[in-house]
């Protein structure tokens, strides 16, 4: 796999779908991997016209993830798929993940992990029994500072953490879009196709699973509110949750799509006996260090910043100062990580640890947290374990 790029088929994401062409961007970005092959849509006119869009061979253009896996399967080692990125509404995450798995391929999959914590442990058992890489696509991670973030956590910085703080505000559900036949709206409002959570589910994991990453700490119980505020929809679209974390840490989390005017300003600031940092996606080239008593510091990515970024971050970045790199970028270094991370597997040799994405861990960890959210606002605000 070291001399040419990695083949890459992809199931979801054809016309109309925002986040199938965000992770084509994503995996074209760094040139290690290139589309061969796809079923873009539950629909076979649907799929063959992105396919052609796409400027794929017709004999690659699938009418189904199913065929897609079957045939794809029977090609020689040296034309074959080598791993299978998911970009499906929810429901349909689980099926196609499984059947790549059973027949050897690796998995790449857009979060969260599955439509129940059910089908999600199902998932961890079949990785767990292959070996294969997986990986699920929390973008923020990507980010060089919160890659910094994180590894300035890690190596002490801030002292034992002791409180994190997390956001993420949309305003894009202030109005019950989904009666407009908006396709991203109409699918999240589902409880047939989104599961049991939309807020949370959707963006309330991401949050959480920055604050995971960046702390270090897997939270353990929540205490909830989730509601919907607009009237005739069914799940939630607001999210207020108290979190408590594996080492004593408590923290809050706050999602909602129906703040009015927001776009989507994620923020995280994490509080250590030594110290803080925060970042927000507003200014995401930008990490603030906070040392009590003393004035805050600025730290700014760019990949000639190596006097006081970490590897972490450094290898993350791909420009000099004061070009910003960011959404599709983030994106990108989850796909090159993951790309690396195959052909270290088949070369039989361990991950590189700089170079970190999700795995199959982080995606139970985001259902789980999704059931024992909404379990916690349906039994009366308690304090569930996670």
């Avoid at 589309?35 to 396919?51: E, I, M, Q, W």
């Avoid at 939309?198 to 991401?206: A, E, K, L, P, Q």
């Avoid at 009237?231 to 923290?251: K, M, W």
Wanted: charged share 25%.
């Amino acid at each position: 796999m070291r001399d040419r790029k990695l083949r890459m088929g992809m199931v979801g994401g054809g016309m109309g779908a925002f986040i199938g062409a965000v992770h084509r961007m994503a995996a074209n970005l760094d040139g290690q991997i290139e589309l061969v092959c796809g079923a873009f849509s539950s629909d076979a006119k649907r799929s063959a016209t992105s396919g052609r869009a796409l400027f794929l061979p017709e004999s690659r253009i699938y009418d189904s993830f199913e065929e897609m896996i079957t045939k794809e399967q029977a090609l020689p080692v040296g034309e074959r798929m080598d791993f299978v990125s998911i970009v499906t509404p929810n429901v349909m995450h689980f099926a196609p993940a499984m059947m790549a798995l059973e027949n050897g391929f690796p998995v790449i999959i857009d979060k969260p992990l599955a439509f129940t914590l059910e089908e999600a442990r199902a998932l961890e058992a079949k990785v767990l029994e292959t070996r294969l890489p997986f990986a699920v696509t929390y973008t923020y991670t990507g980010y060089p500072m919160v890659k910094q973030a994180m590894a300035m956590v890690r190596k002490g910085d801030i002292g034992t953490v002791r409180k994190v703080m997390v956001e993420y505000p949309q305003g894009w559900l202030s109005t019950k879009v989904e009666d407009t036949d908006q396709k991203q709206a109409s699918w999240r409002a589902d409880p047939a196709r989104a599961g049991i959570s939309n807020c949370f589910g959707d963006i309330g994991t991401h949050a959480a699973n920055l604050a995971e990453y960046v702390s270090g700490l897997e939270i353990t119980e929540v205490l909830s509110e989730i509601r919907a505020t607009v009237p005739g929809r069914i799940l939630d679209d607001d999210a207020n949750v108290l979190l408590h974390f594996e080492n004593g840490a408590n923290g809050v989390l706050s999602a909602s799509q129906v703040a009015s005017g927001e776009e989507n300003d994620l923020k995280i600031r994490i509080y250590g006996d030594k110290g803080g940092l925060e970042w927000s996606q507003k200014d995401l080239n930008t990490l603030i260090v906070k040392d009590h008593g003393n004035p805050d510091k600025i730290y700014r990515t760019g990949g000639d910043r190596g006097g006081y970024l970490y590897d972490e971050a450094m290898q993350h970045t791909r420009t000099p100062s004061g070009h910003p790199e960011g959404y599709i970028e983030a994106f990108a270094n989850i796909y090159r990580n993951y790309a690396e991370a195959l052909r270290n597997h088949a070369e039989g040799k361990p991950a590189n640890p700089i170079l970190d994405f999700p795995g199959i861990r982080e995606g139970v960890q985001g259902m789980a947290l999704v059931k024992a959210v909404v379990a916690s606002t349906k039994n009366g605000n308690i304090w569930t374990k996670v």
